[in-house]
């Protein structure tokens, strides 16, 4: 009936109240309801604006439809010539007949009944023109109120939950599911505002970017509900009071009796702990370290100090201690942030602040290039810095070249800390005579001895944040001291800009070289990995100490001697001593970890100080237990002399190497791969034993025994497809890793056989059966005339054997192949004919004579019929006892 063609279909339904009753929608405007048992269109509507979707009435007897110009039609469904309702939710009232001011297009609508009460129309879209800058809304209308709620992401699609699965029947709707870009919003129709219910699932891992990636198992057993407790004070208020409205599907059985926490750094400054033991993934709480510095209001304001156009928040490093609950984190702006753990809320009058000079370019190999303050502890490598309260103010020398700066402003204003991870110290490296600081590259603390640690290309800085000092502030070169190997030269600071690409790749661009005799084209040795522990520092050595081993990316191992003040008073009043040991070891590659092992063979953990709450004020027994309270070192303490060996175990880019100590000789040494490097190697526990898991860039992963480095496992898993992989991946104890397969998605992998062997119970199911609800009652009228649902066999119009012949008709006999056999069958075509028309004239026959049969049964009943009428004519008079 259309001369021109309709255009895409953007709609099928069918008539709530009539299966056979097919609603077409197309694009151009027009709507047909098409009637599939004749094959026909039983009416047209034509509207003169685009169709985005239509919904029907429950009773099939109106529908209603979306349009580009932001209208809503209602139709009548055998009224074609016009809609009997024209509405435009976001735009100005129709007067004298003219056409509504146009709004953006209606995308979607569903036309909801209720029982008791008016109807609900809720669509997506069709706002003014003159909203700009407004967020994506939804909204609804039921009876004269309008209500439009705004969404923080693109809307993708939204379904409404009723009560009744049946579309012929009221549909009491009580929810409305919005699938959004980035979340999915449930709201409750049910409460007055329409407010939304509490996720359970996380589905924000991506709010931001994540650029870093952590992950923990077996830790402490309260660290998830301290970490919960905390969090649950961060859920906004305003919530549905009802609970979580979508129900099917079962959990799996975890066999993990650990507790697991994965931490996740972001683009935008933030950090979120999960939850991941078994095979859940639940937020705990999040960080916003963002908080802690000044922003910009806009671009002309934003200073001209930073070394990155974008993110300048962005998180590179996280070194967490979970006993302590210390944690520390490494910026994208050259900044580390040391935080602990309260469950108080306290209020920061001046947030403690250090910037520390990290320089390369030296005027001789003894000295930095700085100047030297004397120290109380003399020690020739403590640097004492003041503690600033407010940022820096000198933004340049007489020359006009940046110096003496850092990257961003620390606020100074009071800064108000929820509970959970509360400021203890920001520290910030400046720009130096105009060359800007170079991005940390590794970064370590440790609870027992209130140090952090951090390097970079320029060199290493340690920092005693329980007094707010730099203990050492060194060149890479300087580390060496007299024993450089590589009898380098000082070279020149790099004067340019860092570029402002993807910033997070950047700290995988290390060193890649094999060997000594490339050194001569490395412009700097960076730091690249570091471990506190207590050991033995030097061949010598009869007891352990404490120490830091440091590894750069030229495969150099060095070791730097801690000597701490006894006792927490002391601790509070004394220096940190800091000294080289000089105790030098080598591989091939840039060093990526370092563990130690026992006699056994059983990894020895970093000291830590258990935690508790800062926030809580100390009676005078509470100060008498802490000054008896000593770290906790698993290790034997310095005083005490130990016959037993140790060994380290150090991974780089090529090889793994295990030393025994105190002696330094190397007893195993393994290459793991000459074609490829590794990207991520970590020292594990599992299944009571230790073991070396390495990732590397060629997609193998493969794990070692230890001590004795023999090859375990050699699988060609993923290759590296992108930097996301290499900045993400992490091994952890007891078999498991994890990796960001996407920008929005976690892989978790497992190496352990026995979880292996227990994965299918560990799998949810999606579907669960339920008792189908009742279906709605016709009623007796419905029944009586027709008014009720028609069921039609879609099987026979849509199915496998919609347009065959059903099987009992026609029957195929193969018969001989070739020309002869089509020549055989044609000749026999005749006789066939006479047959098949023998047999149909039979057929009739044969019908005529049960046709007739009929009939006479038909006579005699009727004959029996009038007989008894008679004789009970003729008794019907005649009492019981007459006969």
Request: hydrophobic share 35%.
């Amino acid at each position: 009936s259309s001369k021109s063609h309709p255009g895409p279909v953007v709609h099928i339904s069918d008539n709530p109240m009539d299966e056979g009753k097919l609603l077409i929608g197309y694009e151009s405007g027009t709507v047909v309801l098409w009637d599939l048992k004749s094959k026909r269109a039983d009416y047209r509507y034509t509207y003169d604006e685009a169709i985005h979707s239509v919904a029907w009435h429950h009773e099939g007897k109106q529908f209603i439809c979306s349009h580009s110009d932001g209208t809503l039609t209602i139709w009548n469904v055998r009224s074609p010539a016009k809609p009997i309702q024209t509405i435009v939710p976001h735009g100005k009232q129709i007067k004298d007949g003219k056409k509504p001011e146009p709004c953006k297009p209606i995308l979607k609508v569903e036309y909801k009944t209720t029982r008791n009460g008016e109807p609900f129309i809720i669509l997506s879209g069709g706002l003014a023109y003159d909203t700009a800058g407004r967020r994506p809304c939804l909204t609804v209308m039921h009876g004269k109120s309008t209500a439009v709620l705004e969404m923080d992401y693109q809307i993708v699609d939204f379904l409404t939950l009723c009560e009744t699965p049946y579309p012929n029947d009221f549909q009491e709707p009580y929810a409305v599911v919005v699938l959004l870009e980035q979340d999915l919003v449930v709201i409750d129709l049910a409460q007055n505002g329409y407010p939304i219910f509490e996720n359970p699932y996380p589905l924000s891992i991506h709010e931001s970017p994540v650029t870093c990636c952590e992950y923990f198992a077996d830790c402490p057993e309260d660290l998830i509900p301290a970490l919960y407790f905390v969090g649950n004070r961060q859920k906004r208020q305003g919530y549905s009071k009802k609970e979580w409205p979508i129900s099917g599907g079962n959990w799996g059985v975890g066999i993990q009796s650990y507790p697991e926490i994965i931490i996740t750094g972001h683009a935008d400054g933030s950090i979120k702990f999960w939850d991941a033991s078994a095979i859940t993934l639940q937020l705990l709480y999040k960080l916003k370290t963002a908080k802690v510095f000044e922003k910009s209001r806009n671009k002309e304001d934003k200073p001209s100090t930073d070394i990155v156009d974008e993110d300048p928040y962005a998180i590179q490093m996280i070194s967490w201690c979970p006993e302590s609950r210390i944690l520390c984190v490494a910026g994208v702006s050259a900044h580390v942030i040391i935080y602990r753990f309260s469950k108080q809320e306290v209020t920061t009058d001046v947030i403690p602040m250090l910037e520390v000079r990290l320089l390369y370019e030296i005027n001789d190999l003894e000295s930095p290039d700085i100047e030297q303050v004397p120290t109380p502890s003399g020690g020739p490598n403590s640097q004492p810095i003041v503690l600033q309260s407010h940022p820096s103010t000198s933004s340049s020398s007489s020359d006009g070249i940046r110096d003496n700066v850092p990257c961003l402003r620390v606020k100074s204003t009071p800064l108000k800390q929820s509970a959970g991870y509360q400021v203890e110290l920001v520290i910030q490296l400046v720009w130096v005579s105009g060359e800007p600081p170079q991005q940390i590259t590794s970064l370590a603390v440790n609870s027992a001895y209130g140090l952090v640690v951090f390097g970079n290309c320029n060199g290493i800085a340690m920092v005693d944040y329980i007094q707010k000092t730099v203990l050492l502030n060194l060149g890479t070169i300087e580390l060496y001291g007299s024993n450089d190997p590589y009898q380098r030269q000082p070279r020149s600071p790099r004067k340019t800009r860092q570029p402002s690409g993807d910033v997070r790749d950047n700290s995988f661009s290390r060193s890649r070289s094999s060997s000594v005799t490339s050194i001569d084209k490395e412009s700097r040795e960076a730091i690249s990995a570091l471990h506190f522990c207590e050991t033995f520092t030097r061949k010598p050595d009869i007891s352990t100490s404490p120490c830091l081993w440091v590894g750069t990316t030229l495969g150099t191992v060095l070791v730097i001697v801690l000597n701490l003040p006894p006792g927490r008073d002391q601790r509070l009043l004394q220096p940190v001593i800091v000294s080289p040991s000089g105790t030098i070891l080598r591989l091939k590659g840039a060093i990526l970890r370092m563990a130690f092992l026992d006699s056994l063979g059983a990894i020895i953990p970093s000291a830590y100080e258990a935690w508790r709450e800062p926030n809580a004020p100390e009676d005078k027994d509470d100060k008498e237990r802490l000054k008896k309270r000593r770290p906790v070192s698993v290790s034997p303490s310095s005083s005490q002399e130990i016959t037993e060996n140790q060994y380290a175990v150090i991974c780089s880019e090529k090889q793994a190497k295990v030393i025994s100590l105190p002696s330094q000789n190397c007893i195993y040494k393994h290459n793991i791969t000459e074609t490829s490097f590794v990207l991520r190697g970590d020292i594990v526990s599992m299944s009571n034993s230790t073991c070396l898991a390495c990732f590397c860039a060629n997609g193998h992963i493969m794990t070692f025994s230890l001590p004795s480095l023999r090859p375990l496992l050699d699988v060609n898993y993923l290759p590296l497809t992108n930097m996301r992989i290499a900045r993400t991946f992490c091994f952890t104890n007891n078999g498991q890793a994890l990796y960001l397969v996407s920008p929005t998605e976690i892989q978790r992998i497992t190496y352990s056989q026995e979880t292996c062997e227990n994965l299918q119970e560990m799998l949810g199911e999606m579907f669960t059966p339920v008792e189908t609800p009742e279906a709605p009652n016709r009623g007796f009228f419905k029944g009586l005339f027709g008014g009720g649902a028609q069921s039609l066999d879609r099987e026979d119009l849509f199915g496998e054997t919609s347009g065959r012949p059903r099987p009992t008709v026609v029957t195929h006999i193969p018969g001989p192949g070739g020309m002869e056999g089509v020549k055989g069958a044609a000749t026999g075509v005749g006789a066939e004919l006479a047959r098949a028309r023998w047999a149909l004239d039979e057929r009739g026959q044969k019908l005529g004579e049960l046709e007739d049969r009929t009939a006479a049964m038909l006579a005699s009943a009727d004959s029996f019929s009038k007989h008894a009428h008679e004789m009970m004519l003729k008794y019907k008079e005649k009492k019981w006892y007459q006969f």
